[in-house]
């Protein structure tokens, strides 16, 4: 099992970047796939990136393609999410979650197995 803590959260100015991270529990990070999702208000979970086991794939929503970067450092457990040139419309609640599956299948919130309790991004204009 493992345990997953997100920071970074915080209230940015459209145009502004947060960088946000997800430290996970446990020795065996690097056999998990990673993901981020983000909740806004009165919507259902998206999925915003992801990316293998051995960070040598990444992939994206099309919203953050080109401004949002994933990235992990499995010595230090922790996943990470670099948000740049952040829209309003960025604004939500921000989870890691972690898929000890096949890797298939990232975009979806099913595939994961664990989940962070989230972090708050709020972009105002």
């Known amino acids: 099992q493992v345990q997953l803590v997100e920071s970074g959260g915080g209230l940015v100015l459209a145009g502004g970047s947060l960088r946000l991270s997800c430290a996970a529990s446990?020795?065996?990070?690097?056999?998990?796939?990673m993901g981020w999702f983000r909740q806004a208000p009165g919507k259902e979970r998206e999925f915003v990136a992801a990316?293998?086991?051995?960070?040598?794939?990444?992939y994206y929503d099309v919203s953050g393609k080109g401004r949002f970067t994933i990235s992990r450092d499995n010595a230090k457990n922790t996943v990470y999410l670099q948000m740049n040139s952040l829209k309003p419309e960025d604004t939500g609640v921000y989870y890691c979650?972690?898929?000890?599956?096949?890797?298939?299948?990232?975009?979806?919130?099913?595939?994961?197995?664990?989940w962070g309790q989230g972090t708050q991004v709020t972009v105002s204009s």
């Open positions: 979650a972690a898929d000890q599956g096949t890797g298939w299948g990232l975009s979806q919130s099913i595939t994961y197995d664990y």
């Open positions: 990316i293998s086991r051995s960070g040598g794939s990444a």
């Open positions: 446990g020795r065996t990070f690097s056999s998990y796939a």
